[in-house]
């Protein structure tokens, strides 16, 4: 059996896709059975509420809403952004909260206890302890970078490595707000093309994954289209399509884990910590190497 993976080491470009890899593949079971537990219900509730929406959207945009409705922009656009509509968006918040805060607090305890995987229920004393700071978190970065978008897009590409680096460093250095954001631009000094390259293949990979799981859901939409052109998709196709893009919302771990390495990585550029660590533990005895970590 491979030796378990240390995150506090300098990685180089393929390793750091390579480990993230090796990394679920060590910890698949305990890290999916986490998933399931932080994160079904968010899943499950955001997957309600895009069937409702969509199926309201299909009798509205498929001929049940009527002509004269159809015909006014106004009527189109109060039909489009209903209750619903927020809902799907603030529960869509809420999940992309609840993946990163579970995935990161399942790291910080992996690095916690050497290396070992932790339980749910370790996972989730950390994760209602930083829930609620992500998701405000969250919130504010997300229109920071919407602005930054705006500004012709080039201000976002400079900031969204720093920021993909922000929810580790809240979380693994219990960081707030302030700090974490500095800290994310330190980081990347010096560093910022090569970690900007990785992060750029993590996302890519990811959304190649969850295309190829997705395929099912496309081809059914596709052929409903195709072959239902007046009447549009029926309820069916609409909830079968759903439940597979939002189960393959479990590949959202990917990005967690490859940019929690590329942090790793850059800390140990900058303050070498690992190294230091390493070295702090040369002249002690196995047995307190073995030694069960502090609880956090």
Do not use: H
């Amino acid at each position: 059996m491979s030796d378990k993976l240390e995150f506090r080491k300098l990685r180089e470009f393929g390793e750091i896709i390579n480990d993230m890899f090796q990394f679920i593949k060590q910890n698949f079971k305990p890290l999916m059975k986490t998933y399931i537990y932080l994160c079904g219900f968010f899943v499950l509730a955001g997957m309600l509420a895009a069937i409702m929406y969509q199926v309201g959207l299909q009798k509205i945009g498929f001929g049940y809403g009527g002509n004269q409705a159809n015909a006014n922009p106004f009527n189109r656009f109060g039909q489009l952004f209903t209750f619903n509509y927020f809902v799907v968006i603030i529960f869509s918040v809420l999940n992309y909260t609840a993946i990163v805060v579970s995935t990161l607090s399942f790291i910080a305890l992996y690095v916690q206890k050497g290396n070992q995987a932790p339980s749910v229920e370790e996972v989730w004393a950390y994760f209602k302890y930083y829930f609620l700071r992500v998701f405000g978190s969250s919130i504010a970065i997300s229109i920071f970078l919407i602005v930054c978008l705006l500004f012709c897009g080039l201000p976002f590409f400079y900031v969204f490595p720093a920021m993909s680096l922000f929810y580790s460093i809240m979380v693994l250095e219990n960081g707030s707000f302030e700090y974490s954001f500095s800290r994310s631009f330190k980081l990347l000094k010096d560093q910022w093309w090569v970690t900007a390259g990785v992060i750029l293949v993590i996302w890519i990979i990811t959304y190649a994954c969850m295309s190829m799981a997705s395929m099912p859901a496309i081809i059914l939409t596709m052929v409903s289209a195709f072959t239902k052109a007046s009447g549009g998709m029926s309820t069916l196709i609409i909830v079968v399509s759903t439940v597979i893009q939002y189960v393959c919302q479990v590949f959202m771990v990917l990005p967690v884990i490859g940019v929690t390495l590329c942090y790793f990585n850059l800390v140990e550029r900058l303050d070498n910590t690992g190294l230091l660590e390493r070295i702090s533990q040369l002249g002690k005895s196995e047995t307190d190497l073995n030694s069960t970590p502090e609880d956090y």
